[in-house]
């Protein structure tokens, strides 16, 4: 059963549960009748929904879909091997379900680098790309990365607050310990370690991206923020080869700036999505 209450009177936010694959798959959904764009936001590595929490209020001129990635958040976390394949063809599956076209995708991370996989077998899907520090260029992990896997296999409240203020690399950021408690639950969850281990090897191994990034020619941003230690902002320089692609970093943000910094994120955006 969905939950559905107003946000205003034109809009509605529901979270309901969808079968793809065989497999439930939880979303969160913002209908705007009047808008004509869809935008879709993807989370990162063992994250969920409710990262975007800080954007989402700002997105009134849009419709909004945000699901857990499968394995991830609240969506079932099946013991299959997780691969870059997999999770395409489960994003495929679940906007034809949704009934979802053109969208524009906006991906952090690990989402950003799903985004450009798809885009890559998808050529025409997407109306626009906006990524956010996005993932499948590092040929090793960082220092801070390697911390927040340790926090995702080692989820106490102590572990996973170390693990966020490193991503944020602010001192002036204040990590919310909601935040904190529901990244902990949720990884204690039955199959949620796993499904973090299978997707890390999945992405080890999908070392092509690099390469073919001058392939996607479709209006691309590229968001970085200026003190992000968990992809380095240096990683921004392999997006400069996209022929549709813009970059733009954020200064005093860390791996996050939707979350640091989401008045100034949305105007950028909303900018880039309005040209």
């Not at 694959?21 to 935008?39: A, H, V």
């Not at 450009?116 to 906006?130: A, G, P, V």
Request: aromatic fraction near 12%; glycine fraction near 4%; charged fraction near 25%.
């Amino acid at each position: 059963m969905s939950l559905v209450f107003n946000q205003h009177k034109k809009s509605n936010q529901t979270m309901d549960f969808i079968k793809i694959l065989g497999y439930n798959i939880r979303y969160i959904k913002f209908d705007r009748p009047e808008s004509k764009k869809t935008i879709v936001l993807l989370h990162g590595l063992g994250a969920s929904a409710e990262r975007w929490s800080e954007l989402w209020p700002l997105l009134t001129k849009y419709n909004v879909v945000i699901p857990d990635l499968i394995g991830f958040g609240y969506s079932e976390k099946p013991l299959i091997e997780y691969t870059v394949e997999f999770f395409i063809r489960s994003l495929e599956e679940f906007f034809k379900e949704m009934q979802i076209h053109k969208p524009i995708i906006i991906g952090s991370s690990f989402g950003g680098q799903l985004a450009l996989e798809y885009s890559l077998t998808h050529k025409d899907f997407f109306e626009k790309i906006i990524l956010v520090s996005p993932a499948g260029t590092l040929e090793k992990p960082t220092y801070v990365l390697s911390q927040y896997i340790f926090s995702g296999l080692y989820p106490t409240t102590e572990n996973v607050h170390r693990a966020f203020e490193m991503m944020a690399n602010n001192k002036e950021y204040v990590v919310d310990l909601a935040t904190v408690k529901d990244y902990v639950n949720r990884m204690r969850l039955p199959n949620a370690k796993y499904s973090l281990i299978s997707t890390l090897l999945a992405m080890r191994k999908d070392q092509s991206l690099r390469k073919r990034l001058a392939e996607i020619d479709i209006p691309t941003l590229v968001i970085w923020g200026r003190n992000d230690t968990t992809i380095p902002v240096e990683n921004i320089e392999y997006f400069k080869q996209m022929p549709n692609g813009k970059t733009l970093i954020m200064e005093e943000c860390g791996h996050t700036p939707y979350v640091e910094k989401p008045f100034e994120f949305y105007e950028i955006i909303e900018k880039f999505i309005d040209s």
